[in-house]
């Protein structure tokens, strides 16, 4: 790989590899998988702080020393702030949903902590909270994952000892709307054996799960796809994407992250998954066809232990 001279951050069809490293993550180096070409800069706006999620060039920041909330535009510079969370609060699952207007003000940043929603616009002087609630039997439940997809929140639900649910979350004036979606036709192992993913791709609803094994679960076994068929409410299991590559962020800060683009760019494999993991500055890439999994080192510069590395899509 080489260093570029490039400065801006330009749109591209295919995700960015943002890797930030250093003492206080003070760095960023932007990777470009395509041509295997990086940049390093530093954005002062993403000093010690984290990616909890991105929609188009915007990010969704979270300082790591504190709960303070931002977003940073990419492309602009431009900075929003957020209203702060308690530091309980966990942010493993936040959404940003697309602004409904050219402002970024018209659109909602949600997190999801067990069962509690949070979200609010920005401008907001605080953070809405609700509680989902629903007729389960008294079964335990917990959200591993959620998405956009059509305009609506979709979530999973893992029930004890029974299958998963899907459901919607959409905002009613001040408040959310929860549906239940789904059947019962796909049970899902506990974790820490999986890491549950819903992604959009090309119109569709995916559900990808991560498996995992061997010593602290940290060697990747395998993915499995499936696919809602909203005529029959079912997921249907998938063994191939049709041109497209899903781009998996690993298990902090982005844990539940998907991006999903139809792979036209030399350099970008076609049928595949792009993931990465805590602590390592490799990128790996599973083949949905021969269930093989390759790897190819991120940038030469960063740290090999000390690097997040999280995609964002600028489209």
């Not at 943002?18 to 395509?34: A, P, W």
């Not at 929609?55 to 510079?77: A, H, I, R």
């Amino acid at each position: 790989m080489e260093v570029t001279n490039f400065s801006p951050i330009i749109p591209q069809p295919y995700p960015w590899l943002i890797i930030c490293d250093g003492k206080n993550q003070e760095r960023q180096t932007l990777v470009n998988i395509s041509d295997n070409h990086f940049k390093s800069m530093t954005i002062p706006e993403m000093r010690n702080k984290s990616i909890c999620t991105s929609t188009k060039e915007w990010l969704v920041l979270k300082d790591l020393d504190s709960m303070d909330l931002c977003l940073l535009n990419l492309t602009s510079k431009e900075v929003v702030q957020l209203p702060r969370l308690e530091s309980t609060i966990r942010t493993d699952i936040c959404i940003l949903s697309s602004p409904e207007s050219e402002s970024i003000h018209d659109c909602h940043v949600m997190f999801i902590d067990g069962l509690t929603f949070y979200f609010c616009r920005p401008g907001d002087k605080k953070f809405s909270e609700q509680v989902f609630e629903f007729d389960l039997e008294g079964r335990l439940m917990w959200i591993p994952t959620a998405t956009m997809f059509r305009g609506k929140v979709y979530f999973l639900t893992i029930i004890s000892e029974g299958p998963n649910e899907l459901f919607t979350a959409e905002f009613v004036n001040s408040s959310l709307h929860f549906t239940k979606f789904t059947s019962k036709n796909l049970h899902v192992p506990l974790p820490p054996e999986i890491v549950d993913y819903l992604v959009e791709s090309r119109g569709e609803l995916l559900f990808i799960q991560k498996m995992r094994g061997g010593w602290n679960f940290n060697k990747i076994l395998g993915f499995s796809i499936f696919r809602m068929d909203f005529s029959s409410q079912m997921w249907v299991q998938v063994n191939n994407i049709r041109g497209q590559t899903i781009f998996l962020s690993q298990p902090y800060g982005l844990k539940h992250k998907a991006i999903s683009c139809f792979a036209r760019e030399k350099g970008i494999r076609k049928n595949s998954i792009y993931f990465t993991k805590c602590s390592d500055r490799y990128i790996y890439i599973f083949d949905l066809e021969d269930h093989s999994i390759s790897k190819s080192l991120s940038c030469p510069i960063v740290s090999k232990h000390n690097s997040r590395l999280d995609w964002v899509m600028i489209p």
